[in-house]
T-cell receptor, first 114, second 116 residues
Framework: ETGVTQSPTHLIKTRGQQVTLRCSSQ?????VSWYQQALGQGPQFIFQ???????GRGNFPPRFSGLQFPNYSSELNVNALELDDSALYLC?????????????FGPGTRLLVL | AQTVTQSQPEMSVQEAETVTLSCTYD???????LFWYKQPPSRQMILVIR??????QNATENRFSVNFQKAAKSFSLKISDSQLGDAAMYFC?????????????FGSGTRLLVRP
């Protein structure tokens, strides 16, 4: 069974640029959630995709957007990067309502905005 | 408000001893689950244990067990026979039902140090 993978592992961008982060979900999972984890804090929910449709969104501006593909992999796009976007971005996969939505996380992408 | 509070920023335990990490949460939902995740320096969140809120029996996974007090909205994690590999950040979380799945609400974490 293949776990959740994310790419790239690290990324450095400058303010105003755009970035795309990628996530491959665990085999058999149809739901991908994205979280932002600032240094020293717990993860914050950005949004979730279920069977290629957005299934919920946290308190993040529209410049944070995403996609889910037919194979249930997903992308997180951030436009007009700001310094505060520097964080660890975590992707998690799950299987709909199974197990209370137990989510399995990837290793994360560390984004630094200069 | 949907919040999770971990009041202990850092805890320390001697190897082979027992430690308890505290967590309280606030939700008006009836359908939710509770989780403890471990995040070592490698950054990857690892599921430690899960508790269904509708079950009164406390969950256990080997050396890890929880004390779930639903009325008090308390969900503490007990680690027995602590090992050096247990050193990590520990996050308490609960899941909130959305249309077709759940989202997680996390606390701010407790750093666990294990002394050899």
């Amino acid at each position: 069974e293949t776990g959740v993978t994310q790419s790239p592992t690290h990324l450095i961008k400058t303010r105003g640029q755009q970035v795309t982060l990628r996530c491959s979900s665990q085999s058999g999972h149809n739901t991908v959630s994205w979280y932002q984890q600032a240094l020293g804090q717990g993860p914050q929910f950005i949004f979730q995709y279920y069977r290629e449709e957005e299934n919920g969104r946290g308190n993040f501006p529209p410049r944070f957007s995403g996609l889910q593909f037919p194979n249930y992999s997903s992308e997180l796009n951030v436009n007009a990067l700001e310094l505060d976007d520097s964080a660890l971005y975590l992707c998690a996969s799950s299987s709909g309502l199974a197990g209370g939505g137990t989510q399995y996380f990837g290793p994360g992408t560390r984004l630094l905005v200069l | 408000a949907q919040t999770v509070t971990q009041s202990q920023p850092e805890m320390s335990v001697q190897e082979a001893e027992t430690v308890t990490l505290s967590c309280t949460y606030d939700t008006s939902e009836s359908d939710y689950y509770l989780f403890w995740y471990k995040q070592p320096p490698s950054r990857q969140m690892i599921l430690v244990i899960r508790q269904e809120a509708y079950k009164q029996q406390n969950a256990t996974e080997n050396r890890f067990s929880v004390n779930f007090q639903k009325a008090a909205k308390s969900f503490s994690l007990k680690i027995s026979d602590s090992q050096l590999g247990d050193a990590a950040m520990y996050f308490c979380a609960y899941s909130i039902r959305m249309d077709s799945s759940y989202k997680l609400i996390f606390g701010s974490g407790t750093r666990l140090l294990v002394r050899p």
